[in-house]
């Protein structure tokens, strides 16, 4: 980014976690008003990352009506442990539910989405809004059901930016500017970073062969996270790291340890003092997660972007792959790149000088 560059500076109030399922003639059935007919349901389990007050609102074509429990969910008995339920937004109309409750960090809640009248089918989106995130998980047991949970989020600024806004045409260090070093308020030729839910910044520190992390409003002085004892190949140590990001699900930062041709994951637990390897042999470049939690690694010798399941070694290939080119099928040189929702994959090519979009699914 040019140093004059505008920059939009937000305080981050709202995290919406997203949910996508379907309902259909193999969903489960249940009596919502105890008269003759069915029902189709989906059952989604919502885990809270932090105490607050959260709502949950549904879009969908189809007449929404949602149910919040404590677990379990009893469909022979849909009072029991039954927290809120609501068919209606918040003016009190409308055919998609909007309902608000306190949860608590850690607890197990059971979202029922349904309809109103009897069987109907349809997809439908959940979006849960509060102070954290929450996974939704489907609690699905029927394989030839659709619905899936993806486990997103988006930080959502607490205001609205009217059309006419303007931007200050001066950005503000954040991390570093304090020329180049190894102090722990400066970094020494910075590649990747990823920002967190509540602002927090994690830094590739590509000279020191460490990973920094800065907190939101504190731009004195960072923290070292991984790394830092020295330029090695030791469980201990990286070699000019040049991407990171966060798996919130293990609470552990994912690092490209580029020169020592690794994936490693370090936590981010108190007292931790060594990574583990995920992948090695591989002369990656730049990391991504999807809503699936899949790894994607870019790889600039082969030329390519594999998806990862953690834990897996030789992944799938998603772009590139086919020899250094600028054919429509190669890359040359993928540095980093970008995972959408629908895991389409927008790859900068970098001595191709182009940006190339890999749909999902495509044939080529």
Request: proline share 4%; net charge negative; aromatic share 10%.
């Amino acid at each position: 980014m040019p140093i004059n560059a505008p920059c939009l500076i937000l305080k981050c109030s709202i995290i919406a976690s997203n949910y996508s399922g379907a309902l259909d003639n193999n969903s489960s059935t249940f009596s919502r008003d105890g008269t003759s007919g069915i029902w189709y349901y989906e059952t989604i389990q919502a885990i809270p990352k932090r105490t607050g007050n959260y709502t949950f609102k549904s879009y969908s074509a189809i007449y929404s009506f949602g149910y919040l429990y404590t677990n379990p969910f009893d469909p022979l008995n849909i009072t029991s442990n039954l927290l809120v339920s609501s068919d209606d937004d918040e003016t009190g109309i409308g055919d998609q539910f909007s309902m608000s409750y306190p949860l608590e960090a850690g607890a197990n809640y059971n979202l029922i989405f349904t309809t109103l009248d009897r069987s109907l089918i349809g997809r439908f989106f959940i979006v849960v809004s509060g102070p954290a995130r929450v996974i939704l998980r489907s609690m699905n047991t029927n394989p030839e059901q659709p619905s899936i949970a993806t486990n997103t989020e988006v930080a959502t600024p607490g205001v609205n930016i009217p059309t006419n806004a303007t931007w200050k045409q001066n950005g503000v260090t954040i991390a570093g500017g304090h020329g180049q070093g190894d102090a722990t308020n400066q970094l020494y030729t910075p590649h990747g970073l990823f920002v967190d839910d509540d602002q927090t910044v994690v830094i590739a520190d590509y000279g020191n062969h460490r990973i920094m992390q800065w907190k939101n409003g504190d731009t004195t002085n960072g923290q070292v996270v991984a790394g830092d004892k020295g330029q090695g190949n030791g469980l201990h140590q990286l070699n000019h790291p040049t991407d990171v990001l966060i798996d919130k699900e293990t609470d552990s930062l994912i690092i490209c340890d580029r020169w020592n041709r690794r994936v490693v994951r370090w936590s981010r637990r108190s007292g931790t003092t060594q990574g583990e390897i995920l992948i090695d042999n591989i002369d990656c470049w730049g990391l991504a997660m999807d809503n699936q939690r899949y790894l994607y690694v870019s790889d600039v010798v082969k030329h390519e972007v594999r998806r990862y399941q953690l834990g897996e070694k030789n992944g799938t290939l998603v772009a590139g792959g086919n020899g250094k080119g600028d054919g429509l099928s190669q890359l040359n040189w993928p540095r980093y790149f970008f995972v959408d929702r629908q895991h389409n994959v927008y790859v900068s090519d970098n001595n191709n000088h182009r940006v190339t979009k890999c749909n999902k699914g495509a044939k080529e």
